[in-house]
């Protein structure tokens, strides 16, 4: 194998492992429930009609951020921030039957995005949108939830 074909498969080698690779953040992965500290604005009652579905598994591999989310079966992705202990990721389902002010909205997409930042291992907080948008379906199904948040891993708060 010539050098320079060796070349070329080690430096996407190199570069996944810098990507990925082994930044220091404390934010233990595993498995969050998310609870509201203040609601901004909420006009469908999206938090009270899915409260059971807040709460996620969350991975961390060096600096790129995932949680699998209850609510819509949503997979958010991002990354840490450059520096410090702050994080933000979003997602998107296209097609999601969900629960609206009582009645059963086919959504044209939902997003979710969070900007968080870690407290302890087992803990971070920060803001929550969650995003409802129907173009052809009822006005009704149209809405947005904002809130701070605190998330817990397995009820174990931050000290």
């Keep these: ?52 579905k807040f709460h996620g598994t969350l991975q961390v591999t060096g600096r790129v951020v995932r949680l699998d989310m209850a609510l819509l079966d949503t997979q958010l992705i991002g990354y840490f921030l450059a520096e410090g202990d702050d994080f933000s990721i979003d997602g998107n389902v296209v097609n999601a039957v969900a ?14 995005h969070i900007d968080g930042t870690t407290q302890c291992r087992t803990g971070f907080d920060g803001v929550m949108r969650v995003r409802y948008e129907a173009e052809q379906r009822p006005a009704e199904c149209t809405c947005e939830l904002w809130m701070r948040f605190e998330a817990v891993k397995e009820a174990k708060r931050c000290e």
């Design 99 to 112: 629960p609206v002010r009582g009645q059963e909205c086919r959504l044209d997409e939902a997003s979710i």
């Design 1 to 52: 194998m010539s050098t320079l074909r060796r070349f070329r498969l080690l430096v996407p080698a190199l570069l996944v492992s810098v990507m990925s690779g082994c930044l220091p953040f404390d934010q233990d992965g595993g498995d969050y429930v998310f609870t509201p500290v203040e609601i901004f604005r909420d006009e469908c009652g999206l938090y009270p009609a899915n409260q059971d």
